[in-house]
């Protein structure tokens, strides 16, 4: 009896809208669905943080405030930048979902010659990624320089969006890219926290403390939202303070701190650090695809 | 570096094939650096240069006067300067970010690997105080290793040039390709000799000096002691060819092993470690094109320390004496075979009577 069964991407795709937020809900469980079937078929990967960040995603991309063109991306665009690259999984589903490349290339993920690289390679040129990253620490450093290019140089009022995880801003220079992004006043910079306080060997607050996190942002200059990171109505909320920010030329970058559960929307997986770096088994992702809506069937005995 | 570091026993003319002339002053490499920044800032709107709290000492302040717009301080955090310059590469600027060699090639390593490097983006790096030269300073700022480490990342270009005015040259030249580049330059005022018609060309090492006998080949300011040696060896009735390889990555295998074979016996000099730098670079192409012996001058694995630049290049080995002695010894491991070798030092150090078998006075 194989516990393996057919993976089949649904071939539908969103368009990038203001919208209600409960319209978010459809978009996600899609999205959370998409990111467990390329993570059964590579057999690696990170499921814990791609499903915590989802709704995040969802409200990003699909809710009009990422400014892109699905059919060409290398255009005039708003700028997104996963510092924290192993949380690809998500990104990629999320980039197929708006039609950036055709969704069955979800399934090379972390194959040979894929352009779905374990941690984003540019050097790839897959639609709507901007940069390599994965080495933690340094993919806001590089949000930052292309937010320093558009607000004193180019001035074609772009905004650029970077998710950081938590474990993640254990790296100093995070801390160093915060101190620039005040220090030249990127209103048109938006910092995402993925705050499920989750690392590989446990607990953020056990394996290094960054908190209080609120205060720490803050004194570094951000204009700071803490936002419950599943709540569709408040992150949309959070989005919309960030481009007032930057439509008025505030002079502030912002944080916005989205409190997350890692592994969201797989019972299994909630809340649980041990599913920061590891892909579900055949029979695990057919429980999740079920909770997560989808009807797989029963294994058939040989 | 005072004169007295030039005024060797007796200065001797240099005979060429019409490329560097004579002695023309001492200038350091670092005003080269300055001077090109600011001819691509003429030349080029989207050049712009990151600060890191030392742009007098890497004289990018004279940037920073001319474009002030154009001039962002990143302040002490070399991590995060090359990483905003990979963000501004990818937003279509020509980002340059000096700052001394041990903080912008090793402090950022791993932000050059995947940045920059990986990244393939269009970041300039300038790395200052290279080498021993720095003096007082002492050991932490005399970077010593990173043309090793640069030179095994994929995409980079490397430059080490050997003056003032071809470290204007070769600024001038990073600017104008496209990819990741560092150029390598000092502090110290060292000899400026090469010409506004000397060739240079990314890629490409240049010939200064011909002769069949023995190569010396040689990165940075060690150029000028190379044709100091070479100068001594002619008395002796040796014939050295000197070679400046001025971009250490992509290197000019053709030429180095043109030389190889040639001449039989390579010397290389430069103000790096021995191991994996210039030297590392002629070893790996010598031994699988044209194998000959090659003995190394550079610091022989250890740190610098503080003194004066001429004390301090005496005091590691990094003098035209040096390399006068590796020349021969190179020549004697070719000339007997490999029984020869076993009888040689493995590390040639400065021998003073071959010195006064010529007449001049050791030192």
């Excluded at chain 2, 150029?183 to 506004?196: K, L, M, Q, S, W």
């Excluded at chain 2, 000339?335 to 150090?349: C, E, F, M, S, T």
Aim: proline share 5%.
């Amino acid at each position: 009896m194989s516990a393996e069964f057919p993976i089949v991407f649904e071939p539908v795709t969103f368009d990038n809208r203001r919208r209600p937020a409960e319209e978010f809900a459809k978009i996600a469980q899609m999205i959370r669905r998409d990111i467990i079937k390329s993570l059964v078929l590579a057999g690696s990967g990170h499921s814990g943080g791609p499903l915590g960040s989802t709704d995040i995603f969802a409200v990003l991309y699909f809710g009009g405030y990422m400014r892109y063109n699905p059919q060409n991306w290398w255009t005039p665009r708003d700028r997104f930048v996963l510092s924290a690259g192993h949380m690809c999984p998500v990104l990629y589903a999320t980039l197929a979902n708006t039609g950036a490349f055709p969704k069955e290339e979800l399934r090379t993920l972390r194959k040979y010659n894929s352009r779905l690289q374990g941690h984003p390679g540019r050097d790839m040129g897959l639609p709507g990624i901007e940069t390599s990253t994965g080495s933690l620490g340094q993919g806001i450093s590089i949000a930052v320089g292309m937010a320093m290019a558009d607000k004193l140089l180019d001035q074609n009022g772009y905004r650029v969006f970077t998710l950081t995880g938590d474990g993640e801003l254990q790296e100093g220079s995070v801390w160093e890219a915060a101190m620039a992004a005040a220090n030249y006043k990127l209103d048109n910079f938006c910092w995402i926290i993925d705050n499920n306080d989750c690392q590989i060997d446990g607990r953020v607050h056990e394996v290094m403390s960054i908190y209080p996190l609120e205060e720490k942002c803050r004194a570094f200059g951000f204009d700071v939202l803490t936002v419950n990171g599943h709540d569709y109505g408040e992150l949309c909320a959070a989005f919309d303070h960030f481009i007032a920010n930057s439509e008025k030329g505030s002079g502030k970058p912002t944080a916005i701190i989205a409190k997350t559960l890692m592994g969201k929307g797989v019972s299994f997986m909630e809340d649980r650090y041990e599913w920061h770096g590891k892909p579900p088994t055949w029979e695990q992702a057919r429980i999740a695809l079920r909770e997560l809506g989808e009807d797989v069937p029963e294994p058939v005995a040989a | 570096m005072s004169q007295n570091l030039l005024q060797h026993d007796s200065p001797p003319p240099i005979v060429t094939m019409s490329k560097p002339s004579q002695l023309r002053g001492m200038k350091p490499t670092r005003q080269g650096f300055g001077e090109g920044l600011v001819v691509l800032g003429e030349r080029y709107d989207n050049v712009v240069v990151l600060g890191g709290d030392i742009t007098g000492s890497v004289m990018t302040s004279l940037f920073k006067e001319r474009f002030p717009d154009r001039f962002f301080s990143i302040g002490v955090a070399e991590q995060n300067a090359t990483t905003i310059a990979a963000g501004l590469a990818l937003s279509g600027k020509i980002p340059f970010f000096a700052s001394y060699g041990a903080f912008c090639a090793l402090r950022n390593a791993d932000q050059l690997r995947i940045s920059v490097c990986y990244n393939e983006v269009n970041v300039k790096i300038g790395g200052g105080h290279a080498g021993i030269s720095v003096g007082p300073d002492g050991a932490t700022h005399q970077v010593l290793e990173e043309i090793a480490y640069l030179r095994t990342l994929p995409h980079m270009t490397l430059l080490v040039p050997c003056d003032y005015l071809e470290t204007k040259k070769a600024t001038i030249a990073m600017g104008e390709m496209v990819g990741p580049a560092y150029i390598r330059f000092g502090r110290a005022a060292v000899p400026f000799f090469t010409a506004d018609d000397t060739p240079f060309e990314i890629g490409k090492a240049q010939v200064f000096r011909e002769g069949s006998d023995v190569a010396l080949i040689a990165c940075g300011a060690m150029v000028w002691e190379a044709l100091l040696a070479a100068e001594q060896l002619a008395k002796r009735g040796i014939q050295a060819k000197v070679i400046n390889v001025s971009t250490i990555k992509p290197f000019d295998v053709q030429t180095v092993v043109d030389a190889a074979r040639q001449c039989g016996a390579i010397v290389t000099a430069e103000e790096h470690q021995v191991h994996a730098g210039l030297g590392g670079a002629v070893a790996e192409v010598v031994a699988k094109n044209f194998p000959v012996p090659i003995e190394f001058v550079g610091v022989k694995d250890s740190f610098g320390g503080s003194g004066e630049p001429e004390e301090l290049m005496e005091k590691f080995g990094l003098t035209w004496k040096e390399i006068y002695a590796a020349a021969l010894v190179a020549m004697e491991r070719r000339d007997r075979g490999l029984i020869g070798y076993r009888a040689v030092k493995d590390v040639p150090h400065y021998h003073p009577e071959l010195l006064e078998a010529d007449g001049q006075p050791a030192r």
